[in-house]
């Protein structure tokens, strides 16, 4: 129904025969200054990522011990840690983890999420409550506290936190789904649907799945922020990525012991965060608002 | 006399209403209560009643879309109730529906090319080039053109979306079709081009409509023979002019007189009932009408009516007419 709101936006003639549902969001998020900036910053980090190797004139893990914690030059741009590593080069490669930990641990909540959110929407009675329970009591949980624990149980590495991240997500995409897929359920293009005869499965994927998506683009554009704060939270408390690796939270909870003498050390990745953090939710609550126009406030 | 393609035998659909923790069942709406009719092979049998009078559901119930309580119904003179999934989706090949709301019917995330051939690629008929041709068909059979199909439904008016349903539901050359307030939603001028559609369809492909409608000129104008419900029940069932012209339920007659005439100079006897519908969580003892009927006797209270054929294949379920 949702979608019935995107035929405000004026179609002119040439554009009317390509409009779908989805280029009318793109057409609507484009005019967003904000979403533009945000998607700006992301572009900007993706590049960063994807061209690592080329940006960074040092290697990430290797420190000349006789430039330990030297300020911002023109050899180091960032300065050195207290390894004598190139600060510069340790966040171009972070910005690797950050995303890929980011978008990856997200994807994998959405799978699993969705799946179960669509289980239990759709099926309702005792699958419902079996799944709805098992998310009351993952929320009972503060997030971060649940990740812990998974890190300690699984052991603390990059991929752990990962996963950890992926895990308690879940419940917020699979609540989402749920409550979408039991008002969709009693839509009468479901019920259309299965009078023609169409299996569960079909009806799932095919009718109440697409029509989901853009709570979970809109969500899972938000989570990928959480995600990236949450991993390098848990890297902070030294449960997430281990040294050398160069991951921000990680950075920053090395740099800790020498905020006075080198801020630099804490001050970079600490923007670095916050830079990729705004970027998502810039785009996120863009995208809200272009795909859902009731969600806004 | 044209053969039954659709009868429907004491159809019940009750609806628990469960109250307190742990969702004991407290009582029960009687959405559907005893309904018992039969559609004959090529005619338009009419539903009519008020808002929550189950109209509805009985359409639904017919489709297996919900679950009868109790009760039978027979397609082709096989029972349909008990089927497995798989037989029955078998059987909705040959039966289809129509819905009110033209803007909730089609799913928005599929253009209409997708929304018509779906119903062959789930019953696997023809291929994809016989699939695209079909749908281009059958979008000239409703008025539309092949253009239209790589357009969304948002793309479309009310009485456009309403041809879109209607042809998905003919792209699997269904039987009987059961248009549930097809026309409700649409301005007046197109309910007529709706309508008129509908008429030759069913005159083109030989196709059974039940029509459900709270329109009364509507299904005047669409029905052969057109039912009355009130509170879940069938209380008048008969040709559509003789209901019209000598309707025999004092519900029935309440209704017609309600119906606005073209005529200003006319001078009518307007019925006006007294009171609201009763709940149909708790309805009355014997007839349920008695707590509105004008004509109300002592019997009524007590004992419900038995809905019979007093002749001329009028049926009413009334103690005014127990002979």
């Known amino acids: 129904m949702a979608e019935v709101e995107t035929t405000t936006v004026p179609l002119n003639r040439a554009a009317e025969e390509v409009s779908s549902p989805w280029r009318d969001a793109w057409r609507t998020l484009r005019k967003n200054r904000m979403a533009m900036l945000g998607l700006g910053i992301i572009v900007f980090f993706v590049a960063v990522a994807l061209l690592a190797p080329v940006i960074a004139r040092y290697p990430y893990d290797e420190g000349e011990l006789l430039n330990r914690n030297k300020p911002p030059s023109a050899e180091h741009w960032f300065g050195t840690d207290y390894n004598g590593r190139d600060m510069f080069s340790r966040i171009v490669y972070g910005a690797r983890i950050s995303l890929w930990v980011g978008t990856s641990s997200v994807i994998g909540s959405i799978v699993v999420g969705s799946l179960l959110g669509l289980l239990a929407g759709f099926y309702g009675r005792w699958i419902d409550m079996l799944i709805s329970r098992i998310f009351d009591i993952m929320l009972a949980f503060p997030s971060i506290l649940l990740a812990i624990a998974i890190v300690a149980i699984l052991g603390p590495s990059l991929r752990n936190a990962l996963l950890a991240i992926a895990i308690i997500n879940v419940p917020t995409f699979g609540r989402l789904i749920r409550s979408r897929v039991m008002s969709l359920k009693e839509e009468e293009f479901v019920m259309a649907a299965k009078a023609l005869g169409m299996t569960d499965a079909r009806i799932i994927f095919h009718h109440l799945l697409p029509n989901s998506l853009a709570p979970i683009i809109v969500t899972g554009t938000l989570c990928v922020a959480t995600a990236i704060i949450e991993a390098a939270a848990l890297g902070f408390l030294g449960l997430g990525a281990q040294p050398p690796e160069p991951e921000w939270g990680k950075m920053l909870s090395d740099a800790k012991e020498y905020i006075q003498k080198a801020p630099w050390t804490m001050i970079f990745p600490g923007i670095s965060i916050m830079l990729t953090v705004l970027g998502f939710n810039l785009v996120g609550d863009g995208l809200r608002d272009a795909i859902d126009p009731r969600m806004k406030n | ?323």
């Open chain 2, 1 to 323: 006399m044209a053969a039954e393609l659709l009868s429907v035998q004491q159809l019940k659909k009750y609806y628990p209403i469960t109250g307190g923790v742990f969702g004991r069942q407290v009582g029960q709406v009687k959405a559907v209560d005893g309904v018992t009719f039969a559609v004959n092979q090529g005619e338009t049998l009419g539903l009519v009643g008020e808002s929550g009078c189950g109209k509805s559901t009985i359409g639904r119930t017919i489709l297996r879309l919900i679950e009868p309580t109790e009760g039978d119904i027979l397609f082709e003179g096989r029972s349909i109730t008990k089927l497995g999934k798989a037989d029955m989706r078998q059987i909705r090949r040959n039966m289809q529906i129509v819905f009110q709301d033209p803007f909730a019917s089609l799913n928005p995330r599929k253009n209409v090319e997708k929304i018509l051939e779906e119903p062959l690629i789930v019953h696997g008929i023809g291929s994809a080039k016989e699939r695209k041709k079909r749908m281009e068909e059958m979008l000239e059979v409703v008025g539309l053109s092949s253009y239209h199909a790589s357009r969304y439904p948002h793309q479309f008016s009310g009485g456009q979306r309403q041809r879109i349903g209607i042809a998905r539901a003919l792209m699997l050359h269904p039987k009987l079709i059961i248009a549930d307030e097809p026309v409700s939603a649409l301005d007046v001028s197109i309910q007529s081009q709706v309508l008129n559609l509908m008429q030759d369809l069913q005159r083109d492909f030989g196709l059974t409509y039940i029509f459900i409608a709270h329109d009364l000129s509507v299904v005047r104008h669409v029905s052969d023979r057109v039912g009355v419900m009130y509170l879940g029940r069938l209380v008048e069932l008969a040709d559509k002019d003789r209901l019209y012209e000598k309707p025999l339920h004092p519900y029935t007659q309440a209704l017609l007189s309600a119906v606005p005439s073209a005529d200003p100079d006319l001078k009518r006897e307007r019925i006006i009932l007294q009171g609201d519908v009763p709940n149909p969580a708790e309805p009355p003892a014997g007839c349920t009408f008695h707590t509105r009927c004008p004509q109300v006797k002592e019997v009524c209270r007590s004992v419900p009516p038995k809905f019979r054929d007093i002749g001329d294949g009028q049926h009413v379920a009334c103690h005014l007419y127990t002979s």
